[in-house]
């Protein structure tokens, strides 16, 4: 049995938790956060409110904040678990990007059947376990908890969207391509909740402010690479963490490796 923590300090709303091969009985508790959390294997009985359900691989629990709740192995067999708690300060600046709200707007299940928000999960946890991109984290986490209250709160007044700062995110996002950004720092910068920046942005040009920087610092290479400057540098000064992550990045999106491409312009 093995239990792991991550806390990033660029992302104190969030902490990660996950556990394998475990068996404990947990007694009823509560937490301030807001938590998403699912099995990988093994099935949970579930407790929430004095509520039973039953959590398998698919699903994703969902406990409000100071709610009384237990999740324990079904006949005390060992399963795989996470769970990711958010600060609850932030989940209300989400939400109020989605609609007029003073309060958190608490969710009305606890048990969110939906492959599609699942697999965001997956990939929000698999996300903070690693060294990688702020932006891509920030993203994974604002996209993972915006399906989770569209689908789990009840209908809520929408929020008409203030006029975007698009351009001007575009402009930061395409220069100092080597520096390692933050959405909330640049939000913060440009007076506006973060995270109706972020939906605007992806509603606008069709992609997150992640992808939209990496296809720039993907063409910023082309650039590089045409000139004859060597891989490490081009993958230094372009904002790749080394040269396997240029690699594969330039490679997704090109179809072709760094070195390819640069011997078509190198005599």
């Known amino acids: ?35 998403i959390g ?15 359900t039953r959590l398998e691989p698919g699903n994703l629990a969902l406990i409000n904040p100071e709610t009384l709740h237990s999740c324990n192995p079904d006949d005390s067999c060992k399963r795989n678990w996470s769970m990711i708690f958010l600060d609850v300060a932030w989940c209300l600046q989400l939400q109020q990007s989605l609609w007029h709200l003073d309060a958190f707007h608490p969710v009305d299940s606890a048990l969110l059947k939906d492959p599609p928000t699942h697999q965001l999960y997956l990939d929000t946890v698999a996300s903070l376990k690693v060294d990688g991109e702020m932006l891509e984290k ?8 915006e399906q989770v209250f569209l689908k789990a709160c ?21 220069a100092d391509l080597e520096k390692d950004l933050s959405i909330r720092e640049i939000a913060r910068d440009l007076n506006v909740n973060p995270y109706t920046l972020l939906r605007r942005f992806k509603r606008v040009t069709g992609m997150t402010p992640h992808a939209y920087r990496l296809n720039c610092r993907i063409e910023r290479a082309k650039k590089l690479l045409q000139k004859g400057l060597p891989l490490s540098q081009v993958a230094l000064v372009c904002g790749f963490f080394d040269q396997s992550h240029f690699h594969r990045h330039f490679k997704a999106i090109t179809m072709v490796t760094p070195k390819a491409y640069q011997v078509n312009f190198i005599q």
């Open 138 to 145: 920030e993203g994974l986490l604002a996209g993972l908890a």
């Open 1 to 35: 049995m093995a239990d792991s923590f991550v806390k990033h300090p660029r992302l104190p709303y969030v902490e990660l938790r996950f556990s394998t091969d475990s068996d404990r009985q947990y007694k009823p508790h509560m937490h301030k956060t807001f938590c």
């Open 154 to 174: 009840k209908t809520a007044p929408r929020l008409d969207e203030p006029p975007g700062q698009i351009e001007t995110l575009k402009m930061q996002l395409s």
């Open 38 to 52: 699912a099995v990988g294997q093994g099935v949970v009985n579930f407790r929430v409110d004095g509520v039973l």
